[in-house]
């Protein structure tokens, strides 16, 4: 018998988000049955909502930074029971047997992973729908327990912008001795921030907008470069391992490219379609520089990344909001005008929309 | 008493190249004076003789794939003599302080190494002249030594072809078990393909050209896949852990990057200014792949890519040219109408002009 959900959803890519209801699949034997308390908004939330990225299914209910507890397991569910505080993130299924799933690196499944919204299914084929509701049901595998240390509302962000972060400063062996940068103040340059710092390296952040300096320094930046000003972009030439770059929209990589050591290198996790204004290779030949890209992370990896969290005490810096306020975060957060990632408070769902 | 030189060189952008007489310094106490036998003909050397990277200060004497034999040594040359066949690549000094340089990674050198042509004399501020010429006189740390089972004449092009292809691959690890694809093959490609055989990779030839499989074979490619083929390109997608792309004019790569697996890399090696038509994020975003340059190579690791090439019996094929030659050699380079390299016989600068 399918579970009757309440969420939001999107029914056109110029509708406003509204109340929506529909259904979630009756659970497997390897399902995890989670009551959603808290789910963080991303701007990949947004891209889909409005089509941007084409592709949408309307309905769609966003939503991939997902807190909430266990309410029923299925019977071979083993490392999950009724209570527990879990997470699910931007992916609920993968082939399972490519050469990245046994790795770890489910993201970059040879058939793509099953996203955790407007993806199919892989057994039933129904569409997927995200945690702007008020209860999912996930493959065991791809559940995140959440330390009972960490608060559940600021480790929303964690699920998407924390782990998309983490893995490339993973990936790249930051660590003590390391000079990085982090490209762009939102959701993800602030946990970028964070990591860099509790990882050991010396951060820098670059920065299009003057006065952040007590921000970035409060979340870990060293140094604060504002990168229209080439007199300071000049200061900083040769100086950096690793840049992570987190800015959504088209931007010139140039200027940072001149930035890197030699072996630097450069790496996007916003999908900038496509990179202009184009890169110069002299800017990469020169030092043997690289451009890389990277999504946000395997599942063994998010673990890894929220027990480190639970350890530092490192969680996103949050507003909540009611479930009937997301289409003003949206147009707040295309404003920027977020510190620095809206979470919603699914209790809200009980209201009347 | 500086030396008389003859020599060929272009007078503008616009000049064919003609005979040209000018002075090379005295030696100093670390120098090491090589009458010259044969020069490779590189496609730097026309991009500078016209113009095309702009800052060509005329008149220029190209050549960077010197070939020749000691016929003087400064006072503090310990590791050269009078008749050492030897060899001198795109460098002739460096600042020999910086972390690259420290680092054997002179052409990376933090304030530029200083180049065989077309470049400032860090003593004496004069220019420097290339290897189209009789004689040149170099700083013992910039010489090469040429392994006497190596034909003198197919290995002037491995002073820059040869390590321009060799010192990437060798920096990303290709070796047995890799998956190596080599973009374009010229004189690079074809280094490229001897070079990742004889390290134990599988190779495979990208080119444009259909026809030709059976060189391509000859030279070390196990698989030859036409680029131009949307279903060849289909069916190689995702298998390769490293592209050496030689190709040096403005090229679409984003096809390329959907034959990378994971964590794959696509390397450039020509300076195709700038990247277009632009890169897609999501073609490096999804798989975790890098795009990344490479320079060259260090003093140090060309003399083991010339030892390994005296090992292994690898050598440039070559067609040798007259220096009168040189200005229709350039046109059929133009046209890739040359397997693989044109090599000047500088003896031929002894006839009449």
Same mark, same amino acid.
């Given at each position: 018998m399918p579970l009757n959900i309440r969420g939001y959803a999107a029914r056109s890519a110029t509708a406003p988000l509204a109340p929506h209801a529909f259904e979630r699949r009756d659970p497997r034997p390897d399902d995890v049955v989670i009551d959603i308390l808290?789910? @963080?908004?991303?701007?990949?939330?947004?891209?889909? !909502?409005?089509?941007? *990225?084409?592709?949408?299914?309307? %309905?769609?209910?966003?939503?991939?930074?997902?807190? @909430?507890?266990?309410?029923a397991v299925g019977d071979q569910v083993s490392q999950f029971k009724v209570g527990d505080m879990v997470g699910v993130g931007c992916m609920v299924d993968s082939c399972r047997h490519c050469a990245a799933c046994d790795q770890g690196l489910e993201q970059y499944c040879a058939e793509l992973p099953t996203f955790t919204y407007n993806s199919k299914d892989r057994q039933d084929g129904r569409m997927t729908f995200g945690g702007y509701s008020e209860r999912i049901v996930v493959s065991d595998k791809f559940v995140l327990h959440i330390? !009972?240390?960490?608060? #559940?509302?600021? !480790?929303? #962000?964690?699920?998407?912008?924390?782990?998309?972060? *983490?893995? %490339?400063?993973?990936?790249?062996?930051?660590?003590?001795?390391?000079? +990085? !940068?982090v490209v762009g103040l939102g959701g993800l340059g602030h946990m970028g921030l964070k990591f860099a710092k509790a990882l050991g390296a010396e951060v820098t952040l670059f920065t299009r907008s003057p006065g952040k300096e007590s921000e970035a320094r409060r979340l870990g930046a060293g140094y604060v470069v504002l990168s229209t000003d080439p007199?300071?972009?000049?200061?900083?030439?040769?100086?950096?391992?690793?840049?992570?770059?987190?800015? %959504?929209q088209q931007h010139d990589l140039?200027?940072?490219? @001149?930035?890197?050591?030699?072996?630097?290198?450069? +790496?996007?996790? @916003?999908?900038?379609? %496509?990179?202009? #204004?184009?890169v110069h290779a002299a800017n990469i030949i020169f030092g043997r520089r690289s451009i890389a890209g990277s999504l946000i992370g395997g599942i063994a990896e998010t673990q890894e990344m929220l027990d480190f969290c639970a350890k530092h005490g490192i969680s996103a810096d949050i507003e909540m909001i009611a479930i009937q306020d997301i289409n003003e975060a949206y147009e707040r957060m295309l404003r920027s005008d977020v510190r620095y990632r809206f979470v919603i408070d699914i209790a809200s769902l009980g209201r009347a929309a």
């Open positions: 808290y789910c @963080g908004v991303c701007h990949s939330d947004l891209h889909t !909502a409005r089509n941007e *990225w084409h592709g949408t299914s309307y %309905p769609v209910v966003p939503g991939h930074e997902i807190i @909430g507890k266990v309410s330390p !009972a240390t960490l608060d #559940p509302k600021s !480790a929303a #962000p964690l699920l998407c912008a924390g782990i998309t972060t *983490w893995s %490339p400063l993973r990936h790249w062996k930051v660590g003590k001795g390391s000079k +990085v !940068a007199a300071q972009m000049q200061a900083v030439a040769g100086q950096f391992d690793f840049i992570l770059d987190t800015v %959504p140039n200027p940072y490219l @001149g930035t890197l050591k030699i072996n630097g290198v450069h +790496v996007l996790v @916003g999908l900038v379609e %496509p990179i202009e #204004p184009p």
